[in-house]
C-alpha cells in the first residue's frame, strides 16, 4: 500500500492516493495513556458533539446542512488498545466526481467542524446540550441489563480487572456521570488537543497537496509526538477461575469466559494467537462449534474471540441454565485437547486460507486500507508483505505452546430463569 | 445473457434465464472478492400450500422455512458446506426471512469450488428424524434470544397486532413448540415445491467473467433432476384491512419501555410501480421522521424519549405495514405525536429534494463493495420481480408532485400500539 506521510509540526497526516473508490475516508486518532474515567468521559462527549454544532439553533437545521452537501457519514468512537486510549473521528463521503464541484472540501470541513465548534457558554458545554446527553447517557446505564448479551460482556470485563486500574462497575460509572459538570467535561475536551498526540489518515482519489492545504487549514492544538505501542501484559494470573452467577428472567442464560494469556511473545499475540481461536471457537468449523453446537445441540452461537493489545480472550455462549456445567465442562475439554495438540493440519491450512484471503481482500475495501495502515502505524502491526510470510511460519509447536499460556480467569454467567420463554 | 448498463455507475448487468426456470444475474467488478447468492421466493409467510406433485393443501407450522434452511446444510456424508467454505477461505451464511431464504458465500479464490459447494447445497437435501431433533436445540436457543430481546419482542408484537390472518403475525423462526412438530416428510414437501430452479435466482458479483460462471451454472444444473414446473399453489388470506388487536402489552423484566405504532396501509399499485410508491412513502417518513425533521428535534430535547424514533417498511400482499419504535422512560404520549404527523401529509418540495438526492448519493456508496451490488439486486429482484437497472437516473427524476399525490391516496387510519414494560 502507498501513501505519503506527511509531519505537520505536531501531527502526523497520511494520505493514501486510490482511484479504487468512489468514496473518501478520514480517521483522526487522537491518542492518549488509558484512564478509568476514559470511558465515561468520551460516551457524553460523542454525544455532545454529536447533537450540533455552534450556529445552529435546531439539530434538524444543522442536519439539514448535512445533507446539502449529500451527508457525509461522521461519527466518533472511544478505542482502547493495551494501555492507549484513542478518541476517534471518522468520516466518510462520496468522492465530488460522483456529486458537484466543492464538495469534498465541504464534507471536511463538516467532519472536523464537528470536533472544532461545538456549542459552547463560556469555558463550558453549553449547558441545556449537555444536560441532555448526560441524562440519556444515565437512563441508558439504568437499562443496561434490558440487553443480557452485551450486559454480560460488560460483567465480564468489569470482573477479569484487565487494566492498570479497577474498571468501575455499572453503578459507579452512574454515579461518576451524575456528579459531571459541563465544566468538567470541556476541561476533558480541551485535553484532546494539549495531552493527546494526533495521526489523520485519508484514503481516496484526491490531490494530495489540496488536501494538505484543507486539513492544514482546520487543524488546532498542541499534540504530543506519538507514542510506541503499550501493550498490558500478565505475568502472573488466578490458580483457579472466578466463578460469578447472576439471576436474570430471561429465557435463555448467558455464559460468558474470560481467559487471560501470560508472558506472550510478539510473534504469540500477533501471529500464533490467530490460529489457536480459530480452531478454538473462530468460526464454523471451530471445535466449539462444532462439539458444543453440532454435536451436543446445547446452543445457537458460541465463539472465542481475542483482544490480544490486552492480552486476553472470551468465550460467548447462549445456553440453558440447566447445561451450565455440562457446557463448561466441554468447553475445558476442549481446550485441553489445544494443549495435548489434537488438531489437524488441515484445520491449520484452513486457518491460514482464511488469513490469507482476507489480505488479499483488504484491497476491496477502503476502511480496510486505511485500518491496515493505522494497525502499521499506531500499533507497529507488521505490513501486509510481512503478515503473509510470518503467518506461513506458524507451526502446530507454537499453537501448542501458546494453548499452555492460556488461563481461566473469571467464568460468568448471566441465569435465565424463566426457562418457558419462546412457547406459541 | 443480456447485458445492461447501471447508467451511471459504471457497472454492467448481464441477465439470464436457464431451461429449468433459474434466473441469473452476473454483475463483473475489478475486485479481488466474488459473492454469489442462491435465493429461494419462500419465507416464513407461507404456511398453506399444495406441493408440488400433490393435490391437497397441507399446513406447516410456523418456523418451517428457517428450520428448512437450517437443515439444507446436512448431508448423507456428513460433510458440512459451511466447513468447506471455509476450507477455501471463503465466509458464507444463509438467512430467512417472512418472504425468502438466502444462501450465499464471499471470497476471494476457488470462486467455482465454492459456487458448486453452494449449488450442491441447496439441490440435495437429505432430512431425518434424528437431524431434525438434533437441529431441534439448536433453534430452540435461537428462538429464545429473540424472546429475550426487547427490540425482538417490539418487532413480534408489532406483527401480531397488524395482521389477524396473514402469517407475517408469526416470528420467523417461530415458537419453541411449534418447530417440534416437524417431520421429514414436510420438510421434503417444502423443498420439492419452493427450492425448484423455477423458483429462486442465482446472484453473483465480482471478480468473474460472466460467459464463464453462465454456462458452470449450465452445465451445473444438466446434472440435476427437478420435478416438473407447475404453478406454485400457496394459501391465500384475504387479510382484511383492520388491524388485528388495536393495542398490545407485553411483559418483559426490563427497566425502560419500548412503545410501538404500526400502520396497516393499502396501497394501489395499478397507476403506480411499487419501485416507486415504496420510495416516496421512505422519502416522506424521512421527511417527517428522520433527522432533519422538527420532531427529531423536539425528541432530542425530550427527557422522556431515551432513543430516538426508528421506522420502516415491509410489503405485505396488497399492504405496506409501516413500523415505528422508539425507548422511553414511561411516558406514552410520543405515539400521538407520531401520528399527528403521519396524518398531516404536508412537505415542502425543497425538503423532497433534499431527500431525493441523497438517494443518489446512496446509490452511489451501494455500488462499492461486491456485496453491496449482491444485495441491491437480490432485493430489487425479491420485491418487484425485476431488477432496476436505471434505479441510478430513477433516483435523479423523482417527481415531487407524484410523490404528494400519492401520499395524499393513503390512509393512515388503521394503526395498532404495541407496549413492552416491565410487569407491575
Known amino acids: 500500500m502507498n501513501y505519503e506521510l506527511y509531519n505537520m509540526g505536531n501531527y502526523n497526516l497520511y494520505l493514501i492516493n486510490t482511484d479504487k473508490f468512489k468514496t473518501i475516508s478520514v480517521s483522526a486518532y487522537f491518542c492518549h495513556e488509558d484512564t478509568r474515567e476514559d470511558g465515561v468521559y468520551s460516551a457524553i462527549l460523542k454525544d455532545v458533539l454529536e447533537a450540533g454544532t455552534a450556529g445552529y439553533e435546531k439539530l434538524n437545521d444543522y442536519y439539514k446542512q448535512r445533507l446539502e452537501i449529500y451527508d457525509p457519514k461522521v461519527t466518533i468512537r472511544n478505542l482502547t488498545f493495551g494501555k492507549e486510549s484513542a478518541f476517534l473521528l471518522n468520516g466518510q463521503f462520496a468522492n465530488e466526481k460522483y456529486t458537484e464541484k466543492g464538495m469534498n472540501e465541504k464534507s471536511i470541513k463538516f467532519i472536523f467542524d464537528m470536533l472544532y465548534n461545538p456549542k459552547l457558554e463560556g469555558q463550558a458545554f453549553e449547558e441545556e446540550t449537555f444536560e441532555i446527553c448526560r441524562h440519556d447517557y444515565v437512563e441508558l446505564l439504568k437499562a443496561s441489563k434490558d440487553n443480557p448479551r452485551v450486559y454480560s460482556r460488560a460483567r465480564l470485563w468489569e470482573e477479569m480487572n484487565v487494566c492498570d486500574y479497577q474498571v468501575m462497575s455499572n453503578d459507579e460509572v452512574i454515579d461518576f456521570a451524575s456528579k459531571m459538570t459541563a465544566h468538567d467535561l470541556y476541561r476533558y ?197 510481512k503478515r503473509r510470510e510470518e503467518i506461513n511460519k506458524v507451526t502446530k509447536k507454537d499453537i501448542v505452546a501458546l494453548a499452555k499460556k492460556i488461563n481461566f480467569d473469571v467464568i460468568y454467567l448471566l441465569k435465565g430463569e424463566n426457562n418457558e420463554k419462546g412457547q406459541a | 445473457m443480456k447485458k ?113 459447494i453452494l449449488l450442491d447445497c441447496i439441490t440435495t437435501p437429505y432430512f431425518t428424524k434424528e437431524n431434525i431433533e438434533k437441529e431441534q436445540g439448536i433453534i430452540e436457543q435461537e428462538i429464545k434470544a429473540g424472546f429475550d430481546d426487547p427490540g425482538h ?66 452445465n451445473y444444473y444438466q446434472g440435476c433432476n427437478f420435478m416438473a414446473h407447475a404453478e406454485i399453489k400457496v394459501k391465500q388470506y384475504a387479510e382484511k384491512g383492520q388491524v388485528a388487536i388495536k393495542k398490545a402489552v407485553e411483559t418483559m423484566d426490563i427497566t425502560k419501555k419500548i412503545l410501538t405504532i404500526n400502520y396497516k396501509v393499502k396501497v394501489d399499485n395499478t397507476k403506480c410501480e411499487k419501485f416507486f410508491t415504496n420510495l416516496y412513502l421512505l422519502i416522506y417518513l424521512d421527511i417527517l421522521f428522520s433527522e432533519m425533521s422538527d420532531l427529531y428535534d423536539e425528541n432530542h430535547h425530550d427527557k422522556n424519549i431515551l432513543r430516538q424514533i426508528e421506522y420502516y417498511i415491509e410489503n405485505v400482499e396488497d399492504y405496506v405495514a409501516i413500523y415505528f419504535d422508539i425507548e422511553v422512560i414511561d411516558d406514552e404520549g410520543v405515539l400521538k405525536k407520531i401520528n399527528d404527523t403521519i396524518n398531516q401529509k404536508e412537505f415542502t418540495e425543497e425538503d423532497f429534494k433534499l431527500i431525493s438526492k441523497n438517494l443518489v448519493k446512496s446509490a452511489i456508496l451501494s455500488t462499492e463493495n461486491v456485496n453491496g451490488v449482491a444485495n441491491l439486486i437480490v432485493n430489487q429482484e425479491l420485491l418487484y420481480d425485476k431488477f432496476h437497472t436505471d434505479f441510478y437516473d430513477k433516483y435523479k427524476n423523482l417527481s415531487y408532485q407524484d410523490c404528494k399525490e400519492f401520499i395524499e391516496s393513503l390512509d393512515f387510519s388503521n394503526y395498532s400500539i404495541g407496549i413492552i414494560k416491565k410487569e407491575e
Open chain 2, 4 to 116: 445492461v448498463k447501471l447508467k451511471g455507475l459504471e457497472l454492467d448487468v448481464y441477465k439470464g434465464k436457464l431451461d429449468n426456470g433459474l434466473l441469473v444475474y452476473i454483475c463483473p467488478m475489478e475486485k479481488h472478492d466474488t459473492h454469489a447468492s442462491i435465493v429461494v421466493r419462500y419465507g416464513n409467510d407461507v404456511l398453506e400450500f399444495v406441493p408440488r406433485g400433490k393435490n391437497d393443501f397441507t399446513k406447516i407450522p410456523p418456523g418451517t422455512a428457517h428450520f428448512l434452511e437450517h437443515k439444507m446444510f446436512a448431508t448423507e456424508e456428513g460433510l458440512d458446506p459451511m466447513i468447506l467454505f471455509s476450507n477455501n477461505g471463503a465466509s458464507s451464511n444463509a438467512y430467512t426471512s417472512s418472504n425468502v431464504t438466502r444462501y450465499y458465500f464471499t471470497g476471494a479464490s476457488h470462486f467455482y469450488d465454492n459456487l458448486k
Open chain 1, 189 to 385: 475536551y480541551q485535553s484532546l488537543f494539549t495531552e493527546n498526540s494526533l495521526d489523520i489518515f485519508i484514503i481516496g482519489d484526491f490531490d494530495n497537496e489540496e488536501m494538505k492545504n484543507i486539513i492544514n487549514g482546520l487543524i488546532k492544538g498542541d499534540f504530543k509526538p506519538s507514542s510506541k505501542k503499550r501493550y498490558i501484559n500478565f505475568s502472573s494470573v488466578r490458580s483457579k477461575a472466578k466463578k460469578v452467577i447472576e439471576p436474570a428472567q430471561t429465557g435463555q442464560s448467558q455464559l460468558a469466559i474470560g481467559l487471560k494469556f501470560t508472558d506472550l511473545t510478539d510473534f504469540e499475540r500477533n501471529y500464533v494467537s490467530i490460529f489457536y481461536i480459530s480452531i478454538l471457537g473462530g468460526n464454523w468449523s471451530s471445535k466449539l462449534n462444532q462439539v458444543v453446537r453440532e454435536e451436543n445441540s446445547l446452543c445457537y452461537y458460541i465463539g472465542a474471540l481475542r483482544n490480544m493489545t490486552c492480552s486476553v480472550a472470551y468465550i460467548y455462549a447462549g445456553i440453558d441454565a440447566g447445561n451450565f456445567e455440562k457446557t463448561c465442562k466441554l468447553i475445558k475439554e476442549q481446550m485441553q485437547l489445544m494443549v495435548k495438540g489434537d488438531f489437524t493440519l488441515d484445520h491449520m491450512k484452513q486457518v491460514k486460507q482464511i488469513y490469507e484471503n482476507s489480505l488479499v481482500e483488504i484491497e476491496d475495501n477502503q476502511l480496510s486500507i486505511l485500518n491496515t495502515l493505522v494497525s502499521q502505524v499506531l500499533n507497529d502491526a507488521d505490513d501486509i508483505a
Open chain 2, 153 to 218: 419482542m417490539a418487532y413480534f408484537l408489532a406483527c401480531k397486532s397488524l395482521f389477524k390472518s396473514h402469517p407475517h403475525k408469526y416470528p420467523v423462526a417461530g415458537y419453541v413448540d411449534s418447530i417440534k412438530k416437524l417431520t421429514p416428510e414436510m420438510l421434503y414437501d417444502c423443498y420439492n415445491t419452493f427450492y425448484h430452479p423455477d423458483n429462486m435466482y442465482l446472484v453473483i458479483t465480482g471478480n468473474v467473467d460472466p460467459d464463464e460462471a453462465f454456462a458452470f451454472v449450465q
